[in-house]
T-cell receptor, first 113, second 114 residues
Framework: NAGVTQTPKFQVLKTGQSMTLQCAQD?????MYWYRQDPGMGLRLIYY???????DKGEVPNGYNVSRLNKREFSLRLESAAPSQTSVYFC????????????FGQGTRLTVV | AQSVTQPDIHITVSEGASLELRCNYS??????LFWYVQSPGQGLQLLLK??????LVQGIKGFEAEFKRSQSSFNLRKPSVHWSDAAEYFC????????????FGKGTKLTVNP
């Protein structure tokens, strides 16, 4: 089982460039999430999607957009990257309305120079 | 909105000693509660979860956690720590029947001395 797959694993961007982080899950989960992880800050929720066609802001949504393309895929877009967006990004999924935990991808390490 | 506090940023224990990592949550009702572990350079792995029933839950790798409603706590415990337990541990809270938002604490880094 692939679980949650994130691409790319590593990326270096110049300030002002744009990019899309891709996430796909094969567990037929309804809910999907994007987090960023920074030292000493834990995981902070950027956006989440409770079901196909819906998205909601998390704790730190500024500078990001998301698309829930279908039930499997949830992408995160940086329109104009800034050094403050240097971070490790994690995608996760879990079943809605259940006490199940989320399954995480391996992360994307993004550096903005 | 739910929130999570992990009061200890870094804990050091000796191998074989017992461990307790603290987690306090804020939510108006009984939440979903989770503990995750992250080894360096890795993703997050679910250790255990609570959403109803027995307040003492068992997880993988010999970990357990106890839900205490009166203290709004969900502390993680292990009777005897192994060197391989060195990692970062995250507590998370979800909202049953609510927004599906899943919020994490800032984590506790565990160092194990030989």
């Amino acid at each position: 089982n692939a679980g949650v797959t994130q691409t790319p694993k590593f990326q270096v961007l110049k300030t002002g460039q744009s990019m899309t982080l891709q996430c796909a899950q094969d567990m037929n989960h309804n809910s999907m999430y994007w987090y960023r992880q920074d030292p000493g800050m834990g995981l902070r929720l950027i956006y989440y999607s409770a079901s196909e066609g819906t998205t909601d802001k998390g704790e730190v949504p500024n500078g990001y957009n998301v698309s829930r393309l279908n039930k499997r895929e949830f992408s995160l877009r940086l329109e104009s990257a800034a050094p403050s967006q240097t971070s490790v990004y994690f995608c996760a999924s879990r079943e809605r309305f259940a006490g199940e935990g989320a399954f995480f991808g391996q992360g994307t390490r993004l550096t903005v120079v | 909105a739910q929130s999570v506090t992990q009061p200890d940023i870094h804990i050091t224990v000796s191998e074989g000693a017992s461990l307790e990592l603290r987690c306090n949550y804020s939510y108006g009702a009984t939440p979903y509660l989770f503990w995750y572990v992250q080894s360096p350079g890795q993703g997050l792995q679910l250790l255990l979860k609570y959403f109803s029933g027995d307040t003492l839950v068992q997880g993988i790798k010999g970990f357990e956690a106890e839900f205490k409603r009166s203290q709004s706590s969900f502390n993680l415990r292990k009777p005897s720590v192994h060197w391989s337990d060195a990692a970062e541990y995250f507590c998370a809270v979800g909202a049953p029947g609510g927004s599906e938002k899943l919020v994490f604490g800032k984590g506790t880094k565990l160092t194990v001395n030989p």
